[in-house]
Nanobody, 119 residues
Framework: EVQLVESGGGSVQAGGSLRLSCAVSGFTVDDYEVGWFRQAPGKEREGIVCISDSDRMTYYENFIEGRFTASSDGAKTAYLQISGLKPEDTAVYYC?????????????WGQGTQVTVSS
């Protein structure tokens, strides 16, 4: 059974950093793509990065600036490091099995982890 579980979110002040984790089961990050997404209140879901072959990262538009860094252990966990957090980064962050810039057509999602950034 394919499952994804995010963790690592929290409340931080602007300028801080967080490392989000996505623990997967039913597949490995080495064998299948994993995407990171976020959805802020009242806004559409945004694709952040696609991890493929465990070490090839494709950052989507708006996330190429370098504050977002994806990685994986090649097996069961994908990570998203966010530095220089801004209040506009406040959102629920999700990981999903497979990739799409807008998260369309993806069948397996984690429950999400809340990131709240205060100014």
């Amino acid at each position: 059974e394919v499952q994804l579980v995010e963790s690592g979110g929290g409340s931080v002040q602007a300028g801080g950093s967080l490392r989000l984790s996505c623990a997967v089961s039913g597949f490995t990050v080495d064998d299948y793509e994993v995407g990171w997404f976020r959805q802020a209140p009242g806004k559409e879901r945004e694709g952040i990065v696609c991890i493929s072959d465990s070490d090839r990262m494709t950052y989507y538009e708006n996330f190429i600036e370098g504050r977002f860094t994806a990685s994986s252990d090649g097996a069961k966990t994908a990570y998203l490091q966010i530095s220089g957090l801004k209040p506009e980064d406040t959102a629920v962050y999700y990981c999903a099995a497979d990739c799409d810039p807008h998260g369309l057509g993806l069948n397996y999602w984690g429950q999400g982890t809340q990131v709240t950034v205060s100014s």
